[in-house]
């Protein structure tokens, strides 16, 4: 393998990477400003029923859409240049964790509420790569 093709293996490699353990940081950092704010504890709604209350999934939803612009926006800034795949393959990353973290309670209640919040994940990322993006020019 070449030192350029190893290079752009690292580039991409950490840009997904840092995308999506800044995300899960940021999503620490978010849980403790609501739990102490608004004494929501998310760890406790990992898997959503439909008769949660608003601000239950209220504060879901910006956890998780909050969190997820914040690995958007590491994840264009390691890239280095506007490339989708990263934000993509970051935000699948990101789904599959939070899957594998709920125990794919999301999927479980087919209310509005649950497709919202599970949209907010791949939302997040493209706004962070849109605010990437728009502050390199």
């Known amino acids: 393998m070449s030192t350029s093709s190893n290079s752009n293996f690292n580039r ?3 840009a997904v990477a840092g995308g999506v353990f800044a995300s899960m940081a940021a999503g620490f950092l978010i849980h403790l ?7 929501i504890d998310l760890f406790n709604h990992t898997t959503l029923q439909a008769e949660e209350p ?3 999934l209220l504060g ?5 859409f909050a969190s997820s612009m914040v690995g958007g926006l590491i994840c264009i800034s390691i890239a280095g240049k506007n490339d989708v795949s990263h934000i993509i393959i970051s935000s699948l990353v990101a789904l599959a964790l ?3 973290i709920s ?3 999301i999927l479980k209640e087919s ?10 994940i791949p939302l997040g990322y493209f706004a962070g790569e849109w605010l990437g993006t728009a502050n390199r020019k």
């Open 103 to 105: 125990g794919g309670g």
């Open 12 to 14: 991409h490699f950490f």
């Open 111 to 120: 209310s509005f509420g649950s497709w919202s919040i599970l949209l907010a």
């Open 60 to 64: 879901f939803g910006i956890w998780l």
């Open 98 to 100: 939070y899957f594998f």
């Open 54 to 56: 608003l601000n239950i």
């Open 33 to 39: 400003i609501l739990h102490k704010a608004f004494q």
